[in-house]
């Protein structure tokens, strides 16, 4: 079986965890015999292709002059509605974006029908114009690639996938890595809203990385509960050196948040809980890496909660450093608001580092051997944290079951999953 | 007379003088009812602050639910059927220290109709330890003062002293044995668990090996379980179970086979198989139709020590329980939560062993309570439906941290006292005998062998080899 598969990112350029998703998955994929063309809208060159076909979006010629491509394009107009909430973008590249796109409004049509478009690969302002301008080049390959299913990650690629549907009359799975529920809250982006909705409503099947996730797309975008599966996502063992203990430099034990400090990943109910922990136990201290929106706001809080001498900041981590982080940590806490999966406290566990998750995480659905609360639940969330620093026990447990639990999550399971859904579409 | 002397007297009369109680063979029906003190959701910020550990809504809560549900209406079936029956019917139950104070607090007419069975003098109660403990894994002086403390209860509460012993559980080993025959008990039930009788069947009576005189009733845990688990299973092959296929399943066993015994928790009724589920008709209709027969008849587990001569002794190195597939200690003790937490309570067994301090001595007790290390248990990942319905937690973690919580104000309420006492000028005990730290060790196959090579040498001396019932069953 062959795979037209649709994606935004390619491991070693990654901007979230679609891309090492996409990447392990492939891999999975390839050990039950399945041949992926993966399609990215920027290829860099240096991309793993131990797995796939990488196909290079930037390199595809399209003949606008063909008429199947008019229809087409006339069929997807809904999706040039510029938009000025886009993920993943700060407030400085924000603006300047906006200001470039007023200069280039004008003359917006035309790179659109140029034969050849440059992607950029990112997540930027003109991304609308990008989405609609990927989903040509899934019609364009479509017709030139021989193939057996569609598969297409997370709204970005939905009109592509769309697309080659169309042309091809092949069968389209559609992937939930997350909604724009999740990133949002409930003030959601009725273009991207609209994308997902019927990128799904036109797929034979939709996947989704969670029960959790999967309730999502049934209840509020009113899909057929009958076409939509879940597999849980998985992670890809590493093997790296066993960091010393000497990385830790404190005496006091440490407790960490890692991730973008935005309303869904709940910072402040880390902090709340923290300041309980601190009333009772002052041997502890509390660390928030990563960055983001409501990162002043946090460091105000914990100054006005007078518990700042415990509880500190690190800004964006990568690579090497969230391993040392890992390394120096004695409880992992994801307390994240809405997490449609949630890789974080799989790569904390994989480091022996016991871990409290929020309910509200599709990662909960397959993890025993993890403290969950409720992320609104700050007196759970405090007694957990102060259990495992003073129960032993416990972390012998968790490091004794945590580490074999997260070893087992492999993604050659998940992808044994997402063939027997390939197999539904197949026979129909 | 003292019961024990009236029942061999008339064992003795019935012996001489009446064929067929001779000819009919022994059912012994006992049943455990046991409540523990749930603890409420206990946070680390209460230690020092707060000493009240218990849920009291939930507990009254599910004691009223369960009192209304199972104990009223099958204590009242109980009482119906000796009436009926008279002396052929007979049964025995245990019942433990915190579920009569539950009684007494929550729902008095319970106890009001356990008293009726009692009266009846068809009623035997076992003896076992006060607040549902496996103390007898620690420490021997904290084992006695429950089993005295439950027998002191049990004898104020319904007239009669207990002269049979059940441990929590059916918890059994040699060393367990030898603390009950010390403390006066010459009767006692325990698991007829596969690891120990190899071949031989739990369908006789035993002894001890280390205390021969301690005579040994087994559970047939397949008879008892086609009850107390599978009598609702729609998908069982033999659903639905009426008394006469029971009736069935008995008569098939051997005729040497002279007694079975079958123990099961009393929320069985009404509680874990439900009204619905034809329970209590079950119950209704059972005694009439084995006693019709006239092979079988109802007696307690004194009755049948005395009657029977035990054919065989059980070599136990190595602990037994009536749960899981496995038989053994693994859903209390074992994984290093459960360890933690018992190692935890006991350090302060010294202390509280004469401790004066009333609050101090009830939290002591609650807290002993086996379900505490049950909820702990981290085997249902893999295969508990049956914990699952018993735990209150989410988690087995969930279960540890606020166990621990409370257990560590505990603690430091023992010190305080312990302080206190130094003051007054009372020293605390140092000279407590404690047992020798044993981890619970689970059955290993060269145990097994071990089991297997004792009971082929007994084998030449004892019963033939006997399949289980049901196995005959199937080959007709």
Redesign the interface.
Known sequence: MKVLMFGWEFPPHITGGLGTACFGMTKGLLKHGIEVLFVVPKAYGDESQEAVRLINASDVTVKMREPVFQDYWNQITFMEIGSNLIPYVGPVEFEKMVAEDLRTTEEKMSPVFAERFSFSGKYGQDLMTEVSRYALIGATLASEQQFDIIHAHDWLTYPAGVAAKHVSGKPLVVHMHATEFDRSGENVNSNVYDIERKGMEEADRVITVSNLTRNIVIERYGINPDKVFTVHNAVEPIEKAELANSEKHVKEKVVTFLGRITFQKGPEYFIEAAK?VL??DKNVRFVMAGTGDLMEKMIRRAAKLRIASNFHFTGFLKGENVDRMFAMSDVYVMPSVSEPFGISPLEAMRSNVPVVISKQSGVAEVL??V??VDFWDI??M???I??LL?????T??FR??GTEEVNNLKWENAARHIVEVYKQVYQE | MLPGTLLKFTNKFIKSNNEKYIVMRSICLYFQVHQPFRLRTY???D?GADHYYYDDYQNKHIVKRIAEKCYLPANEILLGLIKEYGADFRVSFSITGTAIEQFKKYTPEVIESFRKLAKTGNVEFLAETYSHSLAAFKNETEFRQQVQQHAQTIEKLFGVKPVAFRNTELVYSNEVADMVYRLGYKVMLTEGAKQVLGWKSPNYLYKSKPHPGLKLLLRNYQLSDDIAFRFSQTNWSEWPLTAEKYLNWLNVIEKKQEVVNIFMDYETFGEHQKAESGIFAFLKALPGTVLRSKKWIFRTPSQIADLLDPVDSLDVPYTISWADEERDMTAWLG???Q???FDTLYSVAATMSDCDDEDLVRDWNYLQCSDHFYYMC?KW?SDGAVHHYFNPY??P??A??NY??VV?DFLIRVKEYEEMRVTRGKPVKQSEKVLKEKPVKPVTTSTVKATKKVAVAEKKTTAKKIANPKAIKKAK
């Open positions: 309980k009333e009772r025993d051997h403290l969950k007196d759970a405090a007694d957990a102060y259990s003073h129960y032993d026990s416990l012998t447990m004794k079951h | 946070r680390f910020f230690i994984n290093d939560l360890d933690e937490a981290t990942f989410g988690t973690y969930e540890f941290i621990m919580n560590s």
